[in-house]
């Protein structure tokens, strides 16, 4: 339950899949090595041996912009607030904590048994199931062994609520492709005439092969493991993740990466398992016009890194990359809605399509965008006209950055600088 600002930010991260918003209450100092111990309130859930409820107000405002004296504050959309205090700051008895953890206890357990309280977490035990990044070979061990020299992918079991939900989706869903002119005006959509009519003819020829298929529930799906071996395409969207990420490379070049002990549940386990249904979905869907994706390599210029993804599809051998989103972006849609999508393209989606696309000679490739809720798609036609001058000019930026700079000298020093 203790550990320094840098840690928690890492597990928080690969806990709830996103980057927390922090805020520091006086007395207590921003250092990335302060040591912070994790307290609990109600909204946490059951507050394990030797951990400390709070019972006092979090913030110091009704906007919730200030966190209260000794504490630190992490905050997410969609989940409770993650609390911490310092050890000194604890001791000094200004926080106040729930006096009778007996009777909390009876409570919680009453309200554990009720129901009314989730996991936040899967437990997983060895032996751990993987699957081989460069060959897809799937094994089972007590540890995580390389293969084909690379660090494996661990896979984790459905939980039962996982399974129940996939099965029902699975049992009301129609595949349906709906066609461009249908969804509201979408950043980044290529205007070439070709683009849009190859973009159409495969929603409608994908639509058909669809509807054929038998499709059943993965027993396991893909873990999500933030800690870096290598640079990611996902890795350019930001320079803070930029440098995290080759933070990451450097502490664990030439390691092999402990197997992950928990998997999540809920939103993000119901995201990942569609995610292996797509992937086993690709396996069959394969004919004449329609094959598996292929790795393909960007090299930067102006960091001397290269990075590596391999797109979901290829469709007339052009790379299809596949996305998805609760509904579809119908033009009908509340505007906060349409904002936040548009706002989803450019920061999760432009990247990747400019460095997929730029990596292969083309001016655009093909966006399968999948509603989660429905089984409905469309697939977009992604120019990297616009963006792709954005991109390069800040990866110019980053180089030249210091923070990003030293990192690159370090990272160049233990794997080289690969060829362009």
């Not at 060895?126 to 660090?151: A, M, N, T, Y």
């Not at 054929?212 to 890795?235: K, M, V």
Request: with cysteine.
């Amino acid at each position: 339950m203790e550990k320094v600002f840098d840690e928690w930010i890492k597990w928080f991260k690969a806990t709830y899949e996103t980057e927390p918003i922090v805020l520091y209450g006086k007395g207590i100092n921003d250092s990335k090595q302060q040591q912070l111990i994790r307290i609990w309130i109600s909204a946490n859930g059951e507050v394990p041996p030797g951990g400390k409820l709070l019972t006092q107000s979090l913030f110091l405002d009704k906007k919730k912009t200030k966190a209260a004296n000794g504490l630190v504050i992490f905050r997410a959309k969609g989940n409770p607030p993650i609390i911490f205090s310092t050890n000194s700051y604890i001791a000094e008895g200004d926080l106040k904590f729930n006096q009778s953890p007996k009777k909390k206890s009876v409570n919680k357990k009453a309200k554990k048994t009720s129901g009314n309280e989730k996991r936040r977490s899967l437990p997983l035990k060895k032996p751990f199931h993987w699957r081989c990044r460069e060959c897809g070979e799937v094994g089972v061990s007590e540890i995580l062994e390389k293969h084909c020299d690379l660090q494996p992918k661990q896979l984790a079991p459905l939980s039962a609520e996982g399974k129940i939900w996939f099965e029902k989706f699975l049992d009301s869903v129609e595949w349906k492709y709906v066609s461009i002119d249908k969804l509201m005006t979408i950043p980044n959509i290529s205007n070439e005439s070709k683009a849009l009519l190859i973009a159409e003819e495969a929603g409608r020829s994908l639509e058909q092969i669809m509807r054929g298929l038998s499709l059943e529930c993965p027993s396991h799906y893909e873990l999500y493991d933030r800690r870096n071996t290598h640079l990611r395409t996902s890795d350019l969207k930001t320079k803070k993740g930029f440098n995290d990420a080759l933070k990451d490379s450097i502490k664990n070049h030439g390691k092999i990466l402990s197997a992950m002990r928990t998997a999540p549940i809920d939103k993000i386990e119901l995201g990942h398992i569609f995610d292996e249904f797509l992937t086993n979905i690709c396996e069959l869907v394969v004919s004449d016009i329609w094959k598996k994706g292929e790795k393909i390599r960007y090299y930067s210029p102006s960091l001397r890194v290269a990075v590596t993804g391999t797109p979901d599809l290829k469709y007339l051998d052009i790379p299809v990359e596949m996305k998805t989103i609760e509904n579809l972006p119908y033009r009908h849609i509340e505007t906060n809605k349409k904002n936040n999508f548009r706002s989803k393209v450019k920061s999760n989606y432009m990247t990747q399509v400019s460095i997929y696309s730029k990596a292969v000679g083309r001016r655009w490739l093909l966006v399968l965008l999948i509603s989660r809720q429905s089984g409905e798609f469309t697939i977009l036609p992604m120019s990297n006209v616009e963006y792709l001058p954005r991109l390069e000019k800040k990866l110019i930026n980053w180089s030249e950055e210091p923070e990003s700079a030293s990192l690159l000298k370090k990272y160049h020093k233990l794997k080289g600088s690969p060829e362009s």
